[in-house]
């Protein structure tokens, strides 16, 4: 089983790459977002419990996180991997989904972080914010979101180091020249 981690800032394109890869290497490209989405449409039980927490205006717990990791390793186990995008996000929902992976005699396999630069990040998330019309997301929100990530990351980051699971592909280019360089490092 190839588990893989895909990090990035907003803006990095992690969700198109995590698409491509799940695909070129026929594993399970799982998003949280989408999961919970999943969940609450599908009135599981555990999409229960998310829409009474999302409906109370509070964040999903790591707890109930991890327990839906749980649930997508349990009910995939015939796929031969997983890409993550956007979980792991603190330092605790990685210690847990770690010691969860070790109940199911699993463990992360790779950890890949696109980097792009701040003024590349910046332009592209400004073109998408007008593109969707998310007057919202002005220069200064996006540059404070990019902070915030940066700051929540790091401790990730030496985590994953740790244990020598973490490496770095330059994320600007096309979308194309960047899957290539992330899977060359998948390979390899």
Known sequence: MFNLILFG??????G??????????????VSTGDILRAEVSQGTSLGLKVKTVMEAGHLVS???LIEIMESVFRTNS????????????????????????????QK??????????????VKRLLKRAQEQGRKDDTEEVIKNRLVQYHHHTKPLIDHYKRQ?????????GTIEDIFMKLCTVIRN
């Open 16 to 29: 198109t790459q995590a698409i491509k890869i799940a695909g070129q290497f026929g594993w399970k490209h």
């Open 78 to 105: 015939s796929v031969e991997g997983f890409v993550l995008d956007g979980f792991p996000r603190t330092l605790k929902q990685a210690e847990e989904l770690d010691k969860m992976l070790e109940k199911l005699g």
């Open 164 to 172: 020598n699971l973490f490496k770095e592909v330059f994320g600007e």
């Open 62 to 64: 790591d707890e109930l």
């Open 9 to 14: 800032p907003p803006g990095a394109g992690k």
């Open 108 to 121: 992360i396999t790779l950890v890949l972080a696109l980097e792009v630069n701040e003024d590349e990040l």
